[in-house]
């Protein structure tokens, strides 16, 4: 194969969805008045993973989070998570999920992330694979920092609720009310990434850039403004963005959360792509994806009312 010349045959492919947000209970709407499709989404995936088996060659599923909504009866949690990840499991190949609020409203991380298979230290859901030696894929924790998931009196939920308490004067933290710009990131359904994570991100990127790899970063949370709303960005996407920003080995950002989704790509032509939710797709319709990986793009092939999207860049 001649360096920079794109081929004709991707050199893998993967299948992904976010914010499948199960639960049975009647739909309702979202608090901006959108309407949510509870039961319904289950069949999305259903869908979703028939057709990821049929195309035979996926190396793997990515899930973007939010397994099962808020509104989930507690006592129902646990097997309303089991039941999703059953679905998920009916695909003939590696699942990679990552957490998302309404999977820490429902579930404690100590149950939540054995159920989806997350084995990291401490409790914390960031890792790394990758599928072919020319592609790294990072799965970053987007709620390592969280008023959310954590004991109350631990670490991480006091370093959340500290921040929230300096940039949010609301007395209900989930209010953006009278945040200004990107001041409007600081609410309690959003997260952020602590000091040791992004020791390991660095590394990582670090070593990428040495095996030469390209990367393709995943999260939760979207990290830049133009591709999302300012209410569902990572808290400190600055600091992230930064520190991505120093590699070159970053080609492409993947992220959830912001169910009407977005693109964008960034002053240093790093591509960002925030997908559209599974929960949010009227009955009869479907929001999910194939991904084709070239050495110099990434091309999404999108379901229905998920946009597909050509990411090029260099392969440098």
């Known amino acids: ?44 995936l259903q869908r979703a993973v028939k057709e990821w088996n049929a195309h035979q060659k996926h190396k793997f599923v990515i899930n973007f989070g939010d397994i099962v909504d808020g509104f989930c009866p507690k006592d129902q949690s646990i097997d309303a998570v089991k039941k999703v990840v059953d679905e998920f499991e009916m695909f ?15 579930l404690p991380r100590s149950k939540l992330l054995p159920l989806l298979k997350i084995q990291t230290l401490d409790g914390c859901a960031y890792y ?27 670490p991480k939920t006091l370093e959340a609720l500290k921040l929230l308490r300096e940039k949010n004067p609301n007395e209900d933290k989930n209010s953006p009310t009278n945040l200004k710009g990107l001041e409007r990131r600081f609410l309690m359904f959003n997260g952020g990434i602590g000091k040791e994570q992004m020791d390991w991100l660095d590394g990582v990127l670090q070593n990428a850039t040495k095996l030469k790899q390209k990367v393709v ?28 920003h120093r590699y070159k080995c970053v080609k492409v950002i993947l992220a959830g959360h912001d169910h009407k989704g977005g693109y964008s790509i960034d002053s240093h032509g790093v591509h960002h792509r925030v997908f559209e939710a599974a929960l949010e797709c009227p009955p009869g319709t479907d929001a999910f994806g194939s991904v084709y990986v070239y050495d110099d793009r990434i091309s999404l092939v999108g379901t229905d009312r998920m946009a597909s999207t050509d990411m090029h860049f260099s392969p440098q």
């Open 217 to 244: 970063v995943s999260s939760h949370l979207p990290l830049d403004p133009c591709a999302t709303s300012e209410e569902a960005l990572l808290w400190n996407c600055d600091e992230v963005m930064n520190l991505i």
């Open 1 to 44: 194969m001649v360096p920079g010349v794109a081929t004709a045959q991707p050199l893998f492919s993967f299948g992904l969805i976010s914010d499948v947000q199960y639960a049975d209970i009647p739909d309702g709407r979202s608090f901006l008045g959108v309407p949510r499709y509870y039961k319904h989404s289950i069949l999305i």
């Open 92 to 106: 003939r190949g590696p699942v990679y999920h990552m957490i998302g609020n309404h999977c820490l409203y429902n």
């Open 128 to 154: 790394d694979f990758s599928p072919v030696p020319e592609y790294r894929f990072v799965v970053l924790d987007s709620y390592d920092i969280s008023a959310i998931g954590w004991s109350r009196d631990h």
